[in-house]
């Protein structure tokens, strides 16, 4: 529900400011998982030799 109230925030009470702040964060938050993904997937994938 971040998104949403992001989205409230920023179009609903007109703090774009707020709104962008929060974005950013929830653009790192994403890009720590996604690294985290890439980084452990090495250990899910077996390839046969």
């Given at each position: 529900f971040y998104t949403l109230y992001l989205?409230?925030?920023g179009f609903g009470q007109?703090?774009?400011g707020y709104a962008a702040a929060m974005a950013?964060?929830?653009v790192v938050i994403v890009a720590?998982?996604?690294l985290l993904n890439f980084?452990?997937?090495?250990?899910w994938v077996h390839y046969d030799d």
């Open positions: 989205y409230t925030q007109m703090k774009m950013w964060i929830l720590v998982f996604t980084a452990l997937s090495k250990y």
